[in-house]
C-alpha cells in the first residue's frame, strides 16, 4: 500500500511537471521549477514573459482543472462502484452524463442557434446533470430499502428519456451546431481558465473529502444492506450523503470539462487491482490516481496532433483501456 | 429483567402479515430456538427482534430499551446477528471481516482502537480461527466460513445474539461444532440466544427452550422436552413424526406416510 501510494504520488508529480513543460512552447523543466520556487518567495523568475503567460495563464489552470477532474470523476466512479456493489458503476450511472449533454445541447442549438458555444453553457450542463439525478432518485430512491437495482434502473431510464430529448434537439438543428455538441460532449480541458477553477474548487473539494471519508462505511456495506445495518451501519443515510456528493461532484466537473469518459470506471479498477479491495485504500489512492491519469491524458491529447487536439475523452479510453487489459491479465481479478 | 421482550409483536409485509401478536421473553443466559415450518414467520421473528424489520404493531425491547428508539449503531451495541444468507465478499480477510463487528464501537470515522483489536484478537482464537487470519474470507469451506461469521457477530459483544438458521449447508459434524461452540459461549458469557432451526433434534439438543410458531402465531412455548414430544408438532409440520431416545436425548424421526 505505501509503495503504491509512493509510486502513485510520484507519477502525479511527473504528470504535472509534463503538463506544465511540454507544449508548442517549450519550457526548460529546471526553469519551471525555479520559477515555482520563485513564487513561493525562494530565488527569482527564471521564464521569459511568454513562457510565464504560458505557464500561469494556458498551462496552468488547465493543468489544475485536470487534477480536479480526474481526482473527482475517479473518487465518484470508486464510491459509486462501494455504493452500488456494482463494477459497471460510473460516475454517469444516474444520468449526470445525459441530464449535462441536454443542457449543453439546449444552450448550444437553441440559446445561440449555433452560433458559437455560449458561456451559458456550463450552467444548463450543470442544471441538467444535477436535475436528472434528482429526477433518478425520486423516482428510485423510495425502493433502496430492498435494493439499489431499482435506482440504478431508474437511472438507466432518466438517462435513455433526456438523451432522446437531446437527440431530437439536435436533428432539429444545424450540421454546425451538431459539430459543437460533438465537441462538447467528448470533453476538454482546453477553455478552462483560473475562473473555471475556482467556479469548481470548493463544490469538487468538499465532495472528495466526503467521498474518501465514506471507506469505512463503504466498506462494512460490502456485505449487503441488512448485515451493515446490524452492524450498526445507518445504510440509507450514508447511500444519500455519497451518492449525493459524488453526482455534485460530477456534475460540477461535467459542466466545467464535459464528459470525460473511462476515469470513472477505469481508475478505481486499477487501483483496486493493486491495493485489494479496501475503499479506505481505494478512494484515496483514486483521487491521487485519476488526477495523474487525467493531466497526462490532456498532455497528450493536446500535444499529439499540435496544434489541434484530441478529444480527451478518446485519449483517456486509448490509453486507459490497453493499461487496464495489461493489469487485469497480470493480476487475479478482484470482485468489488 | 428480560434480555429481549417482545409485546405483542405484529409485522407485515404489504397486506399480508407474517407474525400476529406473539408476546415473548427471553431471559439472561439462555439459549431459545424457534421452530416451524416453511412461511412460519421464524426469519422475520428474529429479524425484527435484530432490528431488521419494522413492526406494523407492537415493540421488541433489548434490556429494558425499545429497539424503535434506537438508531443503527445503538441497537448493534446491543444485539448481533448471524444472517442466514451471509454476504462475504471476495477480497476481504478473515481478519478485517472478523473486525467489523467492532464498527459500533469506535465509529465510521475513527480506526479500531488497540481494545477493539485485542478483543478481534481473543474471538479469533476462541473460535480457532487465528490460523486463517489473512485468508480471503471468500475462499473458506462452508464450515469455516460460518465460524468466521459467528466472530464477526461475537466481536460485536452484544449480550443478546440472533442465529437465523446458522448451520445452513454445513455437514453433521460442523453443525454439532458450530452449535456447541455458540453454547459454550451462552454459557460463558451469559450471552441470550435466540435461533431459528429447521433440525428439531439439534434445536432439541442444545436450546434451553423451544417456540413453535405457525402461520405467523406461537403455538407452542416451553422447555425443548415438552415441545418436541408434543402431539402439536407434528400436526403443524403436517407430517408423522416420532420422538426416539437414544442415550438419552430426544431424537426426531420423519416416519413415511403409508401408501394405501
Keep these: 500500500m505505501a509503495i503504491v501510494a509512493a509510486v502513485t504520488f510520484g507519477a502525479l508529480l511527473v504528470a504535472i511537471v509534463c503538463g506544465l513543460v511540454i507544449g508548442p512552447t517549450s519550457i526548460p523543466t529546471w526553469r519551471l521549477v525555479g520559477e515555482l520556487f520563485a513564487h513561493v518567495g525562494i530565488g527569482h523568475n527564471t521564464l521569459t514573459p511568454l513562457q510565464w503567460d504560458v505557464v500561469w495563464q494556458i498551462r496552468g489552470p488547465r493543468m489544475v482543472i485536470g487534477l480536479l477532474a480526474g481526482s473527482m470523476l475517479a473518487v465518484a466512479g470508486g464510491t459509486y462502484q462501494g455504493v452500488f456493489r456494482n463494477p459497471l458503476a460510473d460516475p454517469y450511472l444516474l444520468g449526470v452524463a445525459a441530464g449535462a449533454g441536454l443542457g449543453a445541447t439546449f444552450a448550444i442549438i437553441d440559446i445561440s442557434h449555433g452560433v458559437g458555444t455560449p458561456t451559458w453553457t456550463p450552467l444548463l450542463a450543470f442544471v441538467g446533470a444535477m436535475g436528472a439525478v434528482i429526477v433518478t432518485w425520486l423516482i428510485g430512491g423510495r425502493s433502496m430499502r430492498s435494493n439499489t437495482a431499482t435506482l440504478i434502473l431508474a437511472g438507466v431510464a432518466v438517462a435513455s428519456l433526456l438523451t432522446s430529448a437531446q437527440t431530437f434537439l439536435q436533428q432539429q438543428s444545424s450540421a454546425n451546431s451538431i459539430t459543437r455538441v460533438y465537441i462538447w460532449l467528448l470533453g476538454s480541458l482546453a477553455s478552462a481558465g483560473w475562473g473555471t477553477v475556482w467556479l469548481v474548487f470548493p463544490y469538487v473539494i468538499v465532495c472528495i473529502i466526503i467521498c474518501v471519508g465514506a471507506g469505512r462505511a463503504l466498506d462494512v456495506m460490502s456485505v449487503g444492506e441488512d448485515e451493515s445495518r446490524s452492524l450498526g451501519v445507518p445504510v440509507r443515510r450514508v447511500r444519500f450523503v455519497v451518492i449525493a456528493a459524488s453526482s455534485l461532484g460530477t456534475a460540477a466537473i461535467v459542466s466545467a470539462v464535459g464528459l470525460v469518459g473511462f476515469v470513472g470506471i477505469i481508475v478505481p479498477h486499477i487501483v483496486r487491482l493493486l491495493v485489494g479491495t479496501s475503499y479506505r485504500r481505494i478512494l484515496p489512492i483514486s483521487v491521487i490516481f485519476g488526477a495523474a491519469f487525467l493531466v497526462f491524458a490532456d498532455t497528450v491529447a493536446r500535444t499529439v496532433i499540435a496544434p489541434s487536439e484530441l478529444p480527451l475523452g478518446v485519449v483517456t479510453a486509448l490509453i486507459g483501456a490497453p493499461v487496464f487489459v495489461i493489469i487485469l491479465s497480470l493480476r487475479r481479478p478482484v470482485a468489488v | 429483567m428480560s434480555s429481549v421482550e417482545v409485546r405483542e409483536l405484529s409485522v407485515r409485509a404489504g397486506a399480508k402479515e407474517l407474525i400476529s401478536n406473539v408476546t415473548l421473553a427471553f431471559e439472561p443466559g439462555t439459549w431459545s430456538t424457534v421452530i416451524g415450518p416453511n412461511g412460519a414467520g421464524k426469519t422475520t421473528l428474529v429479524e425484527t427482534i435484530a432490528g431488521l424489520r419494522q413492526p406494523s404493531h407492537g415493540s421488541v425491547s433489548i434490556l429494558g430499551h425499545s429497539l424503535a428508539t434506537m438508531n443503527e ?188
Design chain 2, 73 to 260: 449503531r445503538e441497537r448493534a451495541l446491543r444485539v448481533a446477528l448471524v444472517p442466514q444468507h451471509p454476504v462475504v465478499p471476495s477480497g476481504m480477510s478473515v481478519y478485517d471481516y472478523v473486525a467489523l463487528g467492532r464498527v459500533a464501537h469506535h465509529g465510521l470515522f475513527h480506526p479500531p482502537s488497540v481494545g477493539d483489536r485485542k478483543i478481534v484478537e481473543s474471538v479469533l482464537e476462541r473460535l480457532s480461527l487465528v490460523g486463517f487470519r489473512d485468508r480471503d474470507g471468500a475462499t473458506l469451506s462452508g464450515g469455516e466460513r460460518q465460524r468466521m461469521v459467528l466472530a464477526r457477530a461475537l466481536t460485536q459483544s452484544t449480550m443478546v445474539v440472533v442465529l437465523d438458521e446458522p448451520i445452513t449447508g454445513l455437514d453433521l459434524r460442523h453443525q454439532m461444532d458450530m452449535l456447541e461452540l455458540m453454547k459454550h459461549e451462552v454459557h460463558e458469557c451469559g450471552l441470550t440466544v435466540v435461533a431459528t432451526l429447521h433440525d428439531l433434534t439439534l434445536a432439541g439438543q442444545f436450546a434451553d427452550r423451544l417456540v413453535l410458531l405457525d402461520l405467523g402465531e406461537v403455538v407452542l412455548d416451553g422447555t425443548a422436552a415438552v415441545v418436541i414430544r408434543s402431539d402439536e408438532l407434528a400436526k403443524r409440520y403436517g407430517m408423522n413424526l416420532r420422538v426416539v431416545d437414544v442415550d438419552g436425548s430426544d431424537v426426531v424421526v420423519p416416519v413415511r406416510h403409508e401408501s394405501t
